[in-house]
Structures are given as structure tokens and as C-alpha cells.
């Protein structure tokens, strides 16, 4: 069931920005997109609220009926939807041989992350990478590729937007993490209190993202999502810095600029790889943009499970291994401090999206 709900999930995240963009004019995109991603978090922001609420009162259980209900009512809803033609695609077939090496490349990758640091792991990364490769000669020989590589070859600011969201996904997607174990372990916070705690950085980034949106229709994107890129910089580098008993005030403030900082950084950063391509390929930058999201959570949570093994090894994460748990935390925010520095210059080296 889950690879079932891992195909209709791509199904969501390859089409929707694409059909956002297709419905209104370049010079709302930036509003529309931010709208859309300030959606994303406020669902994220209620998951774990309602969650609980159905698990204390109704059961566990309870979670997967009312999300089954609420798929129904959204593809119900979706049936009303304006039907698009695409007349640029007619005639294209579909390159299966180039789907199943990519297919093969990705999970080769991500399953082979979630292996390290162990040799069965590294033999993972190596089949990806090599599958990968083929992929790539095979995709540039194809009339009708599955991935058109000129858009990374021939378009500066699809290729660096590309960079910048993986780089930004791989710094960041780990903070969650890293903090739940440290304000239930070190600060010795309850698990609901630790949610309160951690809701202010997707809730920030819901509020923050249709104003950004917003900014980047009329600036060039580039200069807002290396804002937020910065900004991001600064809430990890204080995360550094974090020890036994730094006070929780200080977790929230760095936890705030993060989410400020990411909304910035979202809404511009997608509006520009989609402004970048012509609405022939809004269905592949779509799907990269997601597919850039994914590739980099799974590194940052391999950068994390790498320290871990290092600092930790096999011990258990209890309150007599802090120390190890403080010191592995810190080492995990520099590498990640670091990663998004680089991922500063991939923003703001794309070029100009919008036209004198």
C-alpha cells in the first residue's frame, strides 16, 4: 500500500505547480505559487494537531480513514477542474526504458543513503550513480526524452534554481530532527510540548510565503530566495552553538529566522525554475522541483545518520549519552551551516528571470 501511495503521491507533486502555473500570467505566478506553498505548511502546521486529537479520542486507526476520506472529497472535487490541451506534446511517446533506469537510479541512491555507513550502503550509492550515468547518455539520444537534459545544459536559471533547491532541502530537512531528539532528551520536554516548539518554523513559513510570492513578481527572484538562503545560514550557524542549557528562548528565535528565511527562499526559488522553461516542460520542472526536494531530505537525513554512527556508534539515544548527542548535533549543523553557504552562491549566480 505504501508504493501504491508513493505513485499517487508523484502523481500530486509532478503536476500541481504545473497546473497552477499554466492557469495564470507570468506576473502573478510569484503570488499564486506562495499561496499554494503557505497551503503546504498550514497542512503541515494542523497534521500533527489533528492527529493527536484523533489518536486520544477516536484510535490511531482513525488517521488513515480520515485522510482516505479527504482524498476522495479532493479527487471528487477535482473532476470540475478545467480540462488543458496540450498540443505541443502530441506525438511524444513515453521513454520507458529511460523511467525504469531512473526509477532504478533514485531508489538505488535513497535506499543506499539509508544504509550508511554500511557496505551494502556504499554498493547501493555506486549502482545509482552508475545508473544514473546511463541514464543521462541514454536521455541525450532520445527524440522524446523522459528528462530533456538541455534544460540543465542550455538554461542557467532552471540548472541553479535546480542546485539551490537541493542544497536548501539538504541543509534544512534534518533541523526537525535533530531538535525533536534534543528538546526531548536534553531539555527534557514532553512530546507534545516539543511539537509546540517545532511548529513555529513551518507555521512562519506559512505566513511569510504568499508576501514572498508576492516580491518575487515584481524583483528578481533571485535576489529573494538569497535572502532567505542567508537568513537560513544564520538560524543553523545558531544552532551550533546549542548546549545543555541553552535556554529554550533561544531555540524558538533561531527556529523563527529558519522558517522566515525558507519562505523567502521557496515561493521565489520556484517561481523562477518554472518562469525559466515554456509551458511545454512545466510537467518535468515541476517534477524536478519535487524530485530536488526529495533528493535532498534524503541527504540531509544521511549527513545526520553518517555523525550519528561516527559520534554515537550503537548506543541508545538516552539521557546518560546527551553529551554524545549534543556534540554529534553540533557537528551535524556545521556541515549543514556550511552546505546552505554554498547554496547562497548557486541562488544568486541563476541569472535574471524577469525581462527589462
Known amino acids: 500500500m505504501r508504493v501504491?501511495?508513493?505513485?499517487?503521491?508523484?502523481?500530486?507533486?509532478?503536476?500541481?505547480?504545473?497546473?497552477?502555473?499554466?492557469?495564470?500570467?507570468?506576473?502573478?505566478?510569484?503570488?499564486?505559487?506562495?499561496?499554494?506553498?503557505?497551503?503546504?505548511y498550514i497542512g503541515l502546521t494542523c497534521g500533527p494537531f489533528i492527529g493527536g486529537l484523533l489518536t486520544q479520542h477516536l484510535g490511531w486507526k482513525t488517521i488513515f480513514i480520515f485522510n482516505a476520506v479527504l482524498g476522495v472529497a479532493v479527487?471528487?472535487?477535482?473532476?470540475?477542474?478545467?480540462?488543458?490541451?496540450?498540443?505541443?506534446?502530441?506525438?511524444?511517446?513515453?521513454?520507458?526504458?529511460?523511467?525504469?533506469l531512473y526509477a532504478a537510479a533514485l531508489f538505488s541512491l535513497m535506499y543506499g543513503f539509508s544504509q550508511l555507513p554500511s557496505p551494502k550502503g556504499g554498493a547501493l550509492i555506486a549502482?545509482?550513480?552508475?545508473?544514473?550515468?546511463?541514464?543521462?547518455?541514454?536521455?541525450?539520444?532520445?527524440?522524446?526524452?523522459?528528462?530533456?537534459?538541455?534544460?540543465?545544459?542550455?538554461?542557467?536559471?532552471?540548472a541553479y534554481s535546480n542546485l539551490a533547491a537541493l542544497i536548501n532541502y539538504c541543509a534544512t530537512f534534518a533541523i526537525t530532527f535533530l531538535l525533536s531528539l534534543y528538546l526531548q532528551h536534553v531539555k527534557l520536554l514532553t512530546p507534545s510540548q516539543?511539537?509546540?516548539?517545532?511548529?513555529?518554523?513551518?507555521?512562519?513559513?506559512?505566513?511569510?510565503?504568499?508576501?514572498?510570492?508576492?516580491?518575487?513578481?515584481?524583483?528578481?527572484p533571485r535576489i529573494i530566495s538569497s535572502i532567505g538562503m542567508s537568513l537560513t545560514v544564520i538560524g543553523l550557524a545558531g544552532l551550533i552553538f546549542i548546549a545543555?542549557?541553552?535556554?529554550?528562548?533561544?531555540?524558538?528565535?533561531?527556529?523563527?529566522?529558519?522558517?522566515?528565511?525558507?519562505?523567502?527562499?521557496?515561493?521565489?526559488?520556484?517561481?523562477a525554475i518554472m518562469s525559466s522553461v515554456n509551458n511545454k516542460f512545466y510537467g518535468i520542472a515541476s517534477a524536478m522541483q519535487a524530485t530536488m526536494r526529495l533528493v535532498?531530505?534524503?541527504?540531509?537525513?544521511?549527513?545526520?545518520?553518517?555523525?550519528?554512527?561516527?559520534?554515537?556508534?550503537?548506543r541508545n539515544i538516552t539521557n546518560e549519552n546527551n553529551a554524545l548527542l549534543i556534540t554529534s548535533s553540533?557537528?551535524?549543523?556545521?556541515?549543514l551551516t556550511v552546505t546552505c553557504i554554498f547554496g547562497i552562491f548557486a541562488s544568486f549566480a541563476r541569472g535574471r528571470v524577469h525581462k527589462e
Not at 6 to 14: E, L, R, T, V, Y
Not at 89 to 97: K, M, T, Y
Not at 250 to 265: D, E, H, R
Not at 330 to 335: A, G, T
Request: charged share 10%; proline share 4%.
Open 4 to 40: 501504491v501511495q508513493g505513485i499517487g503521491g508523484a502523481m500530486i507533486f509532478s503536476t500541481g505547480t504545473a497546473m497552477l502555473i499554466s492557469a495564470y500570467p507570468p506576473g502573478e505566478r510569484g503570488r499564486i505559487l506562495g499561496i499554494n506553498i503557505a497551503a503546504v
Open 75 to 100: 479527487a471528487g472535487l477535482s473532476t470540475f477542474m478545467a480540462k488543458e490541451e496540450r498540443t505541443q506534446s502530441r506525438g511524444e511517446g513515453f521513454d520507458l526504458a529511460g523511467s525504469l
Open 127 to 158: 549502482i545509482g550513480v552508475v545508473c544514473f550515468i546511463v541514464f543521462i547518455r541514454q536521455q541525450l539520444t532520445k527524440s522524446s526524452p523522459l528528462l530533456n537534459i538541455h534544460l540543465f545544459l542550455d538554461n542557467r536559471v532552471f
Open 194 to 220: 516539543t511539537g509546540v516548539v517545532l511548529v513555529i518554523e513551518p507555521l512562519l513559513q506559512a505566513i511569510f510565503s504568499p508576501a514572498a510570492g508576492r516580491l518575487s513578481d515584481r524583483y528578481e
Open 244 to 271: 545543555a542549557n541553552t535556554p529554550l528562548y533561544y531555540i524558538v528565535v533561531c527556529l523563527a529566522i529558519l522558517g522566515i528565511g525558507f519562505a523567502l527562499f521557496s515561493s521565489p526559488n520556484v517561481n
Open 296 to 314: 535532498g531530505q534524503m541527504l540531509s537525513m544521511g549527513i545526520a545518520m553518517l555523525v550519528f554512527a561516527w559520534i554515537i556508534g550503537n
Open 330 to 335: 553540533r557537528l551535524i549543523f556545521s556541515i
